[in-house]
């Protein structure tokens, strides 16, 4: 199974940018890059995906290094409703969601 | 539109009680999914169903079956329920089974069981 490394966890300012990094060196050609969020109390939610080039969308870009073995989930201005768990997941095939431990944010006001 | 549904939102159950976790999808997707986590842990996936009529096993299947008789509801059931299964069981759904690149699951809020 091709794995993914976070930090433990993160801190970032209210109104900065925060910039949350994953590593999966053994990623294949074909795997998906896909980054969820759990909110506290709450499920997990979809953030956004990618395969080789930079993704944006109304919650925020995902950067993924050339040879892809990196990827940065970048939101642009954090505010304390971003505080949660942040999961970076390769999507092998035909299979389901296989979560990590993620990222906990925090936002500071 | 209300998504995925779980319920009960929480449950106290004495060791050795059966207990049927429900779950129910409004979005007419095929495949559903269980998953518990635990304090610490990230989410594992328990049981899952590429489509009506079908199941398969995940990562951590002992102790809970499923079923799938129509698209819509996918419960969960623990037979015998052990203090070991105590934690926060999610369901999620999604258009189809796998990882297709438009593939996004949708998660329910959650049931909080606790197993005395």
């Known amino acids: 199974d091709a794995k993914t490394t976070q930090p433990n966890s993160m801190e970032s300012n209210e109104e900065e940018p925060v910039h949350l990094p994953c590593n999966h060196s053994?990623?294949?050609?074909?795997?998906?890059i896909h980054w969820y969020r759990q909110l506290p109390s709450q499920g997990p939610e979809y953030v956004i995906h990618?395969?080789?080039s930079n993704v944006n969308n109304r919650m925020a870009s995902l950067a993924i290094a050339e040879d892809r073995k990196s990827s940065t989930l970048i939101l642009h201005r954090a505010t304390l409703r971003d505080a949660a768990v942040y999961y970076c997941?390769?999507?092998?095939?035909?299979?389901?969601?296989?979560f990590g431990k993620g990222t906990r944010l925090s936002v500071i006001a | 539109i209300a998504g995925i549904t779980q319920a009960p939102t929480s449950q106290i159950l004495a060791a050795g009680r059966r207990m049927t976790l429900r779950c129910t999808q409004d979005?007419?997707?095929?495949?559903m999914y269980w998953y518990r986590q635990d304090l610490g842990l990230g989410l594992r996936l328990i049981h899952y169903s590429n489509t009506a009529g079908t199941t398969g096993k995940g990562e951590v299947p002992d102790g809970y079956s499923v079923s799938r008789a129509n698209t819509d509801d996918f419960p969960l059931t623990l037979a015998s329920a052990v203090p070991s299964q105590t934690s926060v069981y999610f369901c999620?759904?999604?258009?189809?089974f796998g990882g297709g690149p438009h593939n996004e699951q949708f998660f329910g809020p959650g049931t909080r069981l606790t197993v005395l």
């Open positions: 990618g395969l080789t």
């Open positions: 997941i390769l999507r092998i095939g035909n299979t389901p969601l296989v």
């Open positions: 053994t990623i294949s050609g074909t795997d998906y």
């Open positions: 979005m007419r997707h095929n495949a």
């Open positions: 999620a759904s999604s258009a189809s």
